[in-house]
């Protein structure tokens, strides 16, 4: 689990195709690696990875057909930035809300438009994912955990703050970008729940 609160960003230093699969070496910029081993969680622009390897000041992780298909990981080459978080462990403050790391499809940023010191952004989801977006509630994108403003359709929209847009890749947005979405786990589980 984690909390979509960003503890770094990172920069891809290679990418190792394996039979369809990925190798991806992650360098870490601020993020202390001295407690993660083999086999922990750390998200990777909201996906959760498995380290496979941790040296100083970088980590491994595979990446499956499934999820180089699922989410944009497939997309980014060696220099790309990411957002990285560690796994949420007992007793760590939980800022944001409870996030998974299993990305349940690929928004679009639509337009950023300059509101007081922040920037409003209209994201487009895929139809089947757009009755899981509330307004007032919460979404991860590329792992940042965010507040929802409002929702008209298929298409909602969030402010990226001033320390947001510093601390994360959010800042380097541009319309059209695409981005890893994870709803809210509440909304998935009320959907089961009432046998829909």
Same mark, same amino acid.
């Not at 503890?7 to 369809?20: E, F, H, N, W």
């Not at 994201?123 to 940042?144: F, H, M, T, W």
């Given at each position: 689990?984690?909390?979509?609160?960003?503890?770094?960003?990172?920069?891809?230093?290679? !990418?190792?195709?394996?039979?369809? %699969?990925?190798?991806? !070496?992650?360098?870490?910029?601020? #993020? =202390?690696?001295?407690?993660?081993?083999?086999?922990?969680?750390? =998200?990777?622009?909201?996906?959760? &990875?498995?380290?496979?390897?941790?040296? $100083?000041?970088?980590?491994?992780? %595979? *990446?499956?057909?499934?999820?180089?298909?699922?989410?944009?990981?497939?997309?980014?080459? !060696?220099? $790309?930035?990411?957002?990285?978080?560690?796994?949420? +462990? $007992?007793?760590?403050?939980?800022?944001?809300?409870? *996030?998974?790391?299993?990305?349940?499809?690929?928004?679009? @940023?639509?337009?950023?438009? /300059? %509101?007081?010191?922040?920037?409003?952004?209209? !994201?487009?989801? /895929?139809?089947?994912?757009?009755?899981?977006?509330?307004?007032?509630?919460?979404?991860?994108? %590329?792992?940042?955990? &965010?507040?929802?403003?409002? @929702?008209?359709?298929?298409?909602?929209?969030?402010?990226?703050?001033?320390?947001?847009?510093?601390?994360?890749? #959010?800042?380097?947005?541009?319309?059209?970008?695409?981005?890893? &979405?994870?709803?809210?786990?509440? =909304? +998935?589980?009320?959907? +089961?729940?009432?046998?829909?």
């Amino acid at each position: 689990m984690f909390t979509g609160i960003i503890q770094d960003v990172g920069r891809i230093r290679a !990418v190792t195709a394996r039979g369809g %699969d990925a190798e991806f !070496v992650i360098a870490v910029g601020q #993020l =202390a690696l001295g407690a993660t081993r083999a086999g922990d969680s750390i =998200a990777v622009n909201g996906v959760c &990875l498995t380290a496979t390897r941790v040296g $100083a000041g970088e980590f491994a992780a %595979d *990446v499956s057909r499934e999820t180089l298909a699922v989410t944009t990981l497939a997309a980014l080459g !060696v220099g $790309a930035r990411v957002n990285l978080e560690p796994a949420l +462990r $007992a007793g760590d403050a939980l800022g944001g809300h409870l *996030v998974s790391g299993h990305v349940d499809g690929i928004a679009e @940023v639509l337009s950023l438009t /300059p %509101d007081a010191r922040s920037v409003r952004v209209a !994201v487009g989801v /895929p139809p089947a994912l757009a009755r899981y977006i509330a307004r007032k509630g919460s979404v991860a994108l %590329d792992g940042v955990s &965010l507040t929802v403003n409002g @929702v008209e359709g298929r298409v909602f929209d969030v402010n990226l703050v001033p320390h947001t847009q510093a601390v994360t890749t #959010l800042g380097e947005w541009a319309p059209g970008a695409r981005v890893n &979405l994870e709803v809210d786990q509440v =909304a +998935r589980y009320v959907e +089961r729940l009432g046998g829909n």
